[in-house]
């Protein structure tokens, strides 16, 4: 890992566990960090769970506020405000470009509890 972040000049913090044995590995894990678009992964993975639960289905819509517009969105930001878009549409923006509007609106929807 340090040969790792030689090469980019940064530092890297790395945890991995294996479920099923409970075998880990850590580097820098107790080091705090800012994890900025990372916060994705769990948001989309809530959103499929409730769809599988059936709380949900990527067909729904939620209406887009003037209030949901934030910076670093991509096309979600292209609607106007009382445009419903599909949870599908909002995934898709999310993952593919990261947009952070698409994010806020999804984590709306299904909350953000950890």
Request: zero cysteines; glycine letters at 8%.
């Amino acid at each position: 890992m340090k040969a790792i972040e030689g090469v980019f000049e940064g530092e890297l913090g790395v945890y991995v566990q294996n479920l099923a044995s409970g075998e880990a590995f850590s580097w820098r894990a107790d080091a705090s960090w800012y994890l900025a678009s990372l916060i994705k992964i769990p948001v989309a993975a809530q959103v499929l769970a409730e769809r599988q639960a059936g709380a949900l289905t990527l067909d729904e819509r939620l209406m887009l506020a003037q209030s949901d517009f934030v910076d670093g969105a991509g096309s979600t930001n292209w609607h106007d405000p009382g445009t419903p878009i599909s949870i599908r549409y909002l995934m898709e923006q999310m993952i593919t470009v990261s947009d952070n509007t698409a994010t806020d609106m999804l984590i709306d929807r299904v909350g953000l509890e950890g």
